[in-house]
């Protein structure tokens, strides 16, 4: 059976501080791992990764996957207040317009 | 550009009744479109992929009975809960992917269902 497994759970800094969220995953036929952002609705689109070792950056957010490891950590920094929601991470077994998979999320809340 | 939009954004309606939601891509034509359902502080669990003009595949321990899923059009598909219990109240999302290898999918807002 397909698993991803997040952590933490959740997680709680202070403005300014810098996070770190893992992302574990065993599944068979990978392609593709991808990180949401979900606050109060549906999730939108961090980044999506397919090649280990290869950096993804979008402004104070990066990810980055390890294959042989499988696993992927998502880095934000400087954080915000408006960072704080739930971070997802899915792996396909296509490429993102296939079949996800998701943990559980991290909820990430920022203190002012 | 991928935007997704679902209808209605909120539903409350009674045992026995059955509610129709619907997810549409409204600049782009979604090969694919995924539903998925989402409990109080849980991940997104896959309820079913629907192709369009074929018949949906759904996820093991998902009733295709109860949840009856029609991708009629390239910019369509409808999840159709019938004979709602209060069990089957939950949010649920829709995404759609473009079909391009290297595309992600696009989510929309959200439809949250209560059965009362």
């Known amino acids: 059976e397909d698993k991803v497994v997040q952590s933490p759970l959740s997680l709680v800094v202070h403005e300014g501080d810098t996070v770190t969220l893992n992302c574990s995953y065993e599944?068979?036929?990978?392609?593709?791992l991808l990180w949401y952002k979900q606050e109060k609705k549906a999730p939108t689109f961090l980044f999506m990764l397919?090649?280990?070792?290869i950096e993804k950056k979008s402004g104070r957010l990066s990810s980055i996957l390890d294959k042989k490891e499988l696993f992927s950590i998502l880095n934000i920094t400087a954080t915000q207040t408006g960072d704080s929601a739930v971070y997802l991470c899915?792996?396909?077994?296509?490429?993102?317009?296939?079949?996800?998979?998701f943990g559980t999320g991290t909820r990430l809340t920022i203190i002012p | 550009g991928a935007v997704v939009s679902q209808h209605p954004s909120r539903v409350i309606c009674k045992s026995g009744t059955s509610v129709k939601i619907e997810c549409r891509s409204l600049d782009f034509q979604a090969t694919t479109m995924f539903w998925y359902r989402q409990f109080p502080k849980k991940s997104l669990m896959l309820m079913a992929t629907?192709?369009?003009?074929?018949?949906?595949?759904?996820e093991q321990g998902v009733e295709k009975d109860k949840f009856l899923i029609n991708h009629a059009s390239l910019t369509l598909s409808t999840l159709t809960v019938t004979s709602a219990h209060p069990e089957d109240s939950s949010f649920y999302i829709c995404s759609a992917g473009r079909g391009a290898t290297t595309d992600t999918q696009y989510f929309g807002p959200g439809t949250r269902l209560t059965v009362l």
């Open positions: 899915a792996v396909g077994l296509g490429f993102g317009n296939e079949k996800l998979t």
């Open positions: 629907s192709n369009e003009g074929s018949k949906a595949t759904y």
């Open positions: 599944v068979t036929n990978f392609r593709s």
């Open positions: 397919t090649s280990s070792g």
